[in-house]
Nanobody
Framework: QVQLVESGGGLVQAGGSLRLSCAASGLTFSKFAMGWFRQAPGLEREFVAAIDYRGDTADYVDSVKGRFTISRDNAKNTVYLQMNSLKFEDKAVYYC?????????????????WGQGTQVTVSS
């Protein structure tokens, strides 16, 4: 029923940019906060960014502040992650997730729905 589909991953050189998209269906998108998480090989899933249901507030992990921007278009049921000045350390599978409480937290267990992930590879 509920489906989140990430896209936009790929290979980019360090210092480059990439824009991830997550298209949602099967839920009332405008009532859900949306988050981006990532998981690098051998590591636990890490919070990256979250945006509240209206798109008025955003939260970022310190390591991406000033480089990444989360945004959403409720008319398109889509959340984005613009990634600039990419570093090798950003290499991971990136997942989008939906939080029914509507505000977006850093805790992955607060998110009810998850996408399948999209691979981001950064070369140096």
């Amino acid at each position: 029923q509920v489906q989140l589909v990430e896209s936009g991953g790929g290979l980019v050189q360090a210092g480059g940019s990439l824009r991830l998209s997550c298209a949602a269906s099967g839920l009332t998108f405008s009532k859900f906060a949306m988050g981006w998480f990532r998981q690098a090989p051998g590591l636990e899933r890490e919070f990256v960014a979250a945006i509240d249901y209206r798109g008025d507030t955003a939260d970022y992990v310190d390591s991406v502040k000033g480089r990444f921007t989360i945004s959403r278009d409720n008319a398109k049921n889509t959340v984005y992650l613009q990634m600039n000045s990419l570093k090798f350390e950003d290499k991971a599978v990136y997942y989008c997730a939906a939080d029914g409480l509507g505000y977006g937290t850093r805790r992955p267990r607060a998110y009810e729905y998850w996408g399948q992930g999209t691979q981001v590879t950064v070369s140096s």
